[in-house]
């Protein structure tokens, strides 16, 4: 039953793609850092994009499991960066949830945990 187990952990991803205001894309990153920085337990990695020349941009959060993501943005801290975070965004980010089903490093092949390579 172990093997079940580690079948069903895979890492989960918050990703969001959006776009901010004109010129604003710097004071959203510096508060994007403020919000990872926070993160604790199974949190894993966190990747923020920007397309060149404009202020489009996509966010890639990697969590443990959609519960350690869901316990980090119902904190406080959190909430408050959001609040500032807002009105910078031209329009809201569409934003999705997606299980991690395959990593590839250089040199080396990497499933998640239970998959077979």
């Known amino acids: 039953m172990s093997d079940f187990h580690d079948f069903l952990r895979r890492q989960f991803a918050h990703v969001a793609i959006g776009e901010f205001k004109p010129g604003k894309f710097t004071e959203a990153q510096q508060l994007y850092e403020q919000a990872v920085s926070s993160y604790g337990h199974g949190f894993k990695a966190a990747y923020l994009l920007q397309e060149p020349g404009t202020d489009r941009g996509i966010s890639i959060i990697f969590w443990e499991s959609a519960d350690d993501m869901d316990s980090h943005q119902t904190q406080a801290r959190h909430q408050e960066i959001l609040k500032k ?24 092949v990497v499933q998640p945990e239970g998959l077979p390579v």
Do not use: K, N, Q
Request: hydrophobic fraction near 30%; aromatic fraction near 16%; charge should be negative.
């Open 85 to 108: 975070m807002g009105p910078l965004f031209a329009h809201s980010p569409d934003t999705g949830f997606y299980d991690l089903v395959y990593e590839r490093h250089p040199d080396s």
